[in-house]
């Protein structure tokens, strides 16, 4: 059974850095890409960051590149996304997730092709 479990959200202040992770289990994750998404109340979930299963390539929404890095370690099976000068905007519930089919990248900013998501962890930023 494959899961995934978000770690590391919390309150922070505007320009603080926050570093979620997300554990995969159930199967061989270094097979598979790993995307960030983030959803506020009334709001579509949001592309933030992809990574693919070797973590030799990465993409990143436009409103948070050169702010937040995803990285992965295959040995640990975490996936994690590092976030650097926070802003409000930034405030959303975060969900890890992966596709079903192994080095699968295709739209990877599409929800709808992920299969697998995580309960998602609570990032809030304050003024």
């Known amino acids: 059974q494959v899961r995934l479990v978000e770690t590391g959200g919390g309150l922070v202040q505007t320009g603080d850095s926050l570093r979620l992770s997300c554990r995969h289990s159930?199967?061989?994750?270094?097979?598979?890409?790993m995307g960030w998404f983030r959803q506020t109340p009334g709001k579509e979930r949001e592309f933030v960051a992809a990574?693919?299963?070797?973590?030799?390539?990465?993409y990143y929404a436009d409103s948070v590149k050169g702010r937040f890095t995803i990285s992965r370690d295959n040995a640990k099976n975490t996936v994690y996304l590092e976030m650097n000068s926070l802003k409000p905007e930034d405030t959303a519930a975060y969900y890890c997730?992966?596709?079903?089919?192994?080095?699968?990248?295709?739209?990877?900013?599409?929800?709808?092709?992920?299969?697998?998501w995580g309960q998602g962890t609570q990032v809030t930023v304050s003024t």
């Open positions: 990574i693919s299963g070797s973590g030799s390539t990465m």
């Open positions: 159930g199967r061989s994750s270094s097979l598979y890409s």
């Open positions: 997730a992966s596709p079903s089919r192994i080095y699968y990248m295709i739209n990877y900013d599409s929800s709808s092709e992920y299969a697998y």
